[in-house]
């Protein structure tokens, strides 16, 4: 028993990082933020844009590691929703100004999602979601199409 108790923090928290930070849908990394919030990559990556969604970052365990930051998502509707914004672009465009939009960058269409391969922005036409060996609840999750299509083929199917 002493033994599982020792074992117990390190237990979860690869459970934490594993099923829950690393794909997206209750928690946002920060390519995934930007991609749902409408926010070209580049742009996210500036602290003036960041701090407008600052009370919805994640400050939990991993938080202060190389692995973040995260936001939750949650919150980032409840900041959107307050401010009677559609979606981040729009918020940020009424506090610094105009920032351009999150597009997927093999189909040019506006994101929204992230590819759990390429770690990029995808657009729903761009992607498959709805994967079976992604946690319930990881709905921004997806795989970009022609990727999942060389996975398949791989191995024989889904």
Known sequence: MDELLRRMPRILGNWLFLSILRFPGILV?????????????????RNEIQNHFQSAKYTG????????????????????????????REY????????????????GEQAGYYCMLTQQPLSASNSRGGISW????ADLARIRKDKFEQITALVGGY
């Open 92 to 107: 940020v465009g009424k506090k610094v100004g105009t920032v351009q939009a999150c597009l997927d960058p093999q189909s």
């Open 61 to 88: 365990p991993f938080s202060d590691s190389e692995l973040g930051p995260w936001w939750w998502r949650a919150e980032l509707d409840v900041l959107l929703g307050d401010a009677g914004c559609v979606d981040g």
């Open 29 to 45: 990394n920060k390519i995934a933020a930007a991609s749902y919030l409408n926010i070209q990559t580049s742009a996210f990556d």
């Open 134 to 137: 992604f946690p319930s609840g």
